[in-house]
């Protein structure tokens, strides 16, 4: 990869993780702090200090602080392992939080339906967090306790995040009461589901298996209109014992329209089989 190429990517990715802390931002602000739902992480402990606490301090005060904390004990533990877009999304959505705090303070919910509420305040962020997982990126928090756990332990991230988050979880029935506490380990439930629905979502491409004679002007379609690449090997009908051609391929969901619609008009007798996919590693999709 030459460096223009690198720097593209490089601003491509650091639009995504602000487009991911913005998500995660305003579901937190306006919906999560208001309301008392602590689905774990740090923004869910801050809102259970900021109830403690005798000192009259704002949820996203104590974000930064706690942010800027964990920031520092990820440094000294994991070293270079502790990523530079994880500092970015930790700081971001920090100050983020702080600033709103400024500009738009809130005295209350902004709707009347708790449910509605909580529905905000689990999808807006976990279509955050997806979108910064997958590129390799967090907003800190209590992702680097699952990071020094996973050091330290046998733990993965994902159960060690898990468990955190339920933890601090539970803490809001003491604190906020038995309606406030199931609505807050309600949303934890569905926004531990979510993430991994919205990141596969993201990456869903579409796996063609064409069964056909003459595999030249698909794989010509396939070069020279939609710019990917195909796999060819020989095969032999059970039935009629005739030799047959197995052209494999990937491509986008858009693309994947375009070459069915090829095949139809192009060679009717193909046999198809399409298949959603999404862990695809390689060249043109992900390293």
């Keep these: 990869m030459d460096q223009k190429s690198k720097l593209v990517h490089h601003i491509k990715d650091y639009a995504l993780i602000t ?121 800190g928090g209590t992702d680097v306790v699952a990071m020094i756990l996973k050091k330290y332990t046998n733990l993965d991230i994902g159960r060690s995040l898990f468990i955190t988050d339920f933890l601090l979880t539970l803490l809001s029935f003491p604190v906020f009461g038995m309606t406030t506490g199931l609505l807050s380990l309600l949303g934890l439930l569905i926004r531990s589901t979510m993430i991994d629905s919205v990141i596969e979502n993201l990456n869903l491409n579409k796996y063609f298996t064409i069964i056909c004679t003459n595999p030249k002007p698909i794989c010509d379609y396939i070069i020279n209109q939609l710019n990917r690449s195909a796999t060819i090997y020989d095969a032999k009908g059970a ?24 095949i139809k008009q192009a060679d009717p007798d193909a046999f198809l089989l399409i298949t959603n996919t999404s862990e695809i590693i390689g060249r043109g999709f992900r390293a």
Excluded: C, H, W
């Design 19 to 139: 487009l991911g802390v913005l998500f995660t931002m305003v579901g937190v602000y306006f919906f999560k702090f208001p309301n008392n739902i602590s689905t774990g992480g740090v923004t869910g402990l801050a809102i259970i200090l900021s109830r403690v606490i005798p000192v009259n301090i704002g949820s996203g005060t104590i974000v930064l602080v706690i942010n800027s904390i964990l920031l520092i004990v990820g440094y000294a533990v994991l070293g270079r392992s502790f990523g530079n877009r994880t500092v970015y999304g930790s700081l971001l959505l920090s100050f983020g939080l702080q600033i709103l705090e400024i500009v738009a303070p809130l005295k209350g919910p902004i709707t009347n339906e708790p449910m509605l509420d909580l529905a905000f305040a689990v999808i807006l962020p976990a279509v955050g967090s997806a979108l910064l997982f997958n590129i390799g990126a967090s907003t």
């Design 239 to 262: 039935f009629t014992e005739k030799d047959k051609k197995i052209i494999l391929t990937v491509m986008n969901r858009s693309q994947a329209v375009q070459l069915r619609k090829f």
